[in-house]
């Protein structure tokens, strides 16, 4: 669906731009070093817009020395005070994130929405089913999606009475069937970009199951123009995740690993191989499918039908390259051997 095109710091989206990964950096924004330490090794998982709390003065007053050491766009997520809203657009954030449920009354609003029109950035209404307003949660009685929508949709038009229009939006659940909902139905009522996920999506397999269950069903209907996957663990494995889930729908260009679960048949420390090769490969923005295959019922062919392949026997491999056989190596020259191959595509 196409929605509105909105510029975010040095970027776009929404309006047919390629989807944005986004995370959350988890140090204490006024610590620096720390932050931007986080945030570099982020943009070098491919992290497109970064997100940090600003849960005091001195966190606001931080995102200008930030800023100056990074290279994608910088989002405040602010609740409850808005004044911090008003530093950290002060202080060079190229977007603000405030949430309907805590924010405050409209003249807070409408200073946040001035202040951010006269610096030339983005505002994301961002409504969540653990902190809807209460009167609309004494309405619905529980944070089902039409309560979400309800909430992000006050908002947004709170900000449009106060002739700002430079939204994005996003209605999350830790539910996956109640965010698809919320999308959904928002998706049919506004024509703002969408920020995608789930919230308190859970522990590294879980939050991964949800969120690619969630984020997958929305991008395949159209829905979403950023995503975020929301772990209780690094936010580097949410930018992992996050590119997976891309890849694995062609919206994103990364290198695609078919690997073979093992049994008894294998005869190699697949496991280890197939890790070797992933962590060697996290960077490359190459389109190409790798196939590392632990015996001879699948291996051959699915190495044969990737770009780059192993078929592994007893202590060896056999390397393939665009359908060829090109050589044996032993086990533990594989990963090498292989690397070397895919590079040679690039």
Known sequence: MLTKKIKIGNLYIGGGEP????????????????????????????????????????????????????????????????KLALEAIYNGADKIRINPGNIGDERKVQEIAKEAKRYGIAVR???????????????????????????????????????????????KSSNVLTTIRSYEILSQNLNYPLHVGLTEAGTFVAGTVKSSIAIGYLLMKGIGDTIRVSLTDSPEKEVIVAKEILKSLNLRKGVKIVSCPTCARCNVDLLKIADEVEKRLQNLDLD???????????????????????????????????????????????VDELVKEIYSLS
Do not use: W
């Open 19 to 82: 989807i944005r990964i986004q995370s959350m950096t988890n140090t204490k924004t006024k610590d620096v070093e720390a932050t931007v330490e986080q945030i570099l090794s982020l943009e070098s998982l491919g992290c497109d817009i970064i997100r940090v709390a600003v849960p005091d003065l001195d966190s606001a007053k931080a995102i200008s020395k930030i800023k100056s050491r990074i290279h994608i766009p910088l989002v405040a997520d602010i609740h409850f005070d808005y």
């Open 125 to 171: 209404v961002g409504a969540n089913s653990g902190s809807l307003p209460k009167d609309i949660l004494q309405k619905y009685k529980s944070p089902v999606p039409e309560a979400i929508v309800e909430a992000a949709i006050y908002q947004v038009k709170l900000l449009e009475k106060f002739d700002f229009d430079n939204i994005v939006v996003s209605v």
């Open 288 to 334: 190409i499918t790798v196939a590392i295959m632990g015996c001879a019922v699948n291996g051959p062919g699915e190495a044969k039908e990737a770009d780059v392949g192993v078929a592994c026997g007893v202590g060896e491999g056999l390397l393939f390259k665009k359908g060829k056989i090109l050589r044996k190596v032993k086990e533990n020259e594989i």
